[in-house]
């Protein structure tokens, strides 16, 4: 296929995705990148062998000094796959550290634009370049005040610590942690093995124009709905339930209630695709550790949404606060 033709990108991808359409439990190709990962040595040599045989049948080459082999690690498509998950590569990671400050709106755009690859792996990246995104709106005059000075400093420092994702494993357990400010929301996703609880992605978005207007119930319940639309292909795959983490309490009069507005109800139905439980806890409370949880399992079965309601409230009170409660009801 020759070079400059503006269809032919699209035409490879499709001539690939139809040659290697039984191979897609084990490879993923983008254009001419192609990637073979499988569980075991002995698993991925069968797996490399078949992907060779299919691109020989096909008349298509593979050039050996750009192949790697048997690789634990791999870099593809400006990310390091590892056996343990994804991170960031660190070429990149080093040019956003080493990013100008940006003196007008297309060197700003310029910055967002590539910050924006990595923007899965930071907590609250749309919240962290707010006063950013406001300096490149129309007719917005372009002045970097120390508001947007300090986010472009944060942002550039949140690279640097940002966590390795973990691949995502339908048999493990998985926890969405939802919240929603005045003017954003923003949503991770976890799971918990032996060791712990590990970030699977990270995704945050501004409030829409109309969205602000929502009252603070339906943007918490706005952020869930909106988590659940994002990761909906690996909620569906578990083979359990799931846990909503949320700080907001009145979520779970939405859950038992039966007077819903019109924008709720459309919700509602969405919402009794997945099993899922949520949980709350007040950011205060849990900053002390103290057990509370509010849950709310739902389930649907042949058409007809079943559900079971829980509402459990565990709160630790002092001895003194103990004895107000008890003589306020004497």
């Not at 550290?97 to 007008?104: D, F, G, S, V, Y």
């Not at 970030?199 to 319940?221: G, V, W």
Request: with cysteine; aromatic share 14%.
């Amino acid at each position: 296929m020759p070079f400059g033709l503006t269809n032919a990108p699209a035409s490879f991808q499709n001539l690939v995705n139809d040659i290697f359409s039984d191979f897609f439990d084990f490879f993923v190709v983008y254009l001419d990148d192609i990637v073979v990962f499988s569980s075991s040595e002995e698993e991925h040599c069968k797996h490399v062998a078949s992907v060779l045989q299919i691109l020989r049948d096909h008349n298509l080459f593979a050039k050996a000094s750009k192949c790697v082999f048997h690789a634990s690690s791999v870099e593809y498509l400006g990310y390091v796959i590892l056996s343990e998950g994804l991170k960031m590569d660190s070429p990149k990671v080093q040019q956003i550290l080493n990013w100008p400050q940006p003196k007008n709106i297309k060197a700003l755009q310029s910055f967002l634009g590539f910050a924006n690859l990595y923007c899965c792996f930071i907590k609250n990246y749309s919240k962290k370049i707010s006063a950013l995104t406001s300096l490149i709106k129309k007719d917005s005059p372009f002045i970097f005040k120390e508001e947007a000075l300090s986010q472009f400093q944060i942002l550039k420092e949140a690279f640097t610590t940002a966590p390795i994702l973990s691949h995502f494993n339908p048999s493990l357990g998985t926890i969405v942690d939802t919240d929603a400010s005045d003017y954003a929301l923003g949503a991770l996703l976890s799971q918990v093995n032996d060791s712990g609880k590990h970030p699977s992605a990270f995704d945050s978005r501004k409030l829409l124009p109309a969205e602000l207007n929502y009252e603070i119930h339906d943007k918490e319940l706005l952020g869930i709905v909106w988590a659940l639309k994002r990761w909906r292909a690996f909620l569906l795959s578990l083979s359990d339930s799931f846990e909503v983490l949320t700080d907001h309490c009145s979520l779970h009069h939405f859950m038992s209630s039966r007077v819903l507005t019109r924008r709720q109800a459309h919700w509602a139905e969405f919402l009794s695709e997945f099993h899922f439980i949520i949980t709350y806890c007040p950011g205060r409370l849990a900053t002390f550790q103290m057990p509370c949880h509010v849950g709310t399992t739902c389930t649907q079965r042949g058409g007809w949404i079943s559900s079971t309601r829980i509402l459990k409230i565990f709160i630790k009170f002092s001895s003194k606060m103990k004895f107000k409660i008890q003589d306020s009801f004497q």
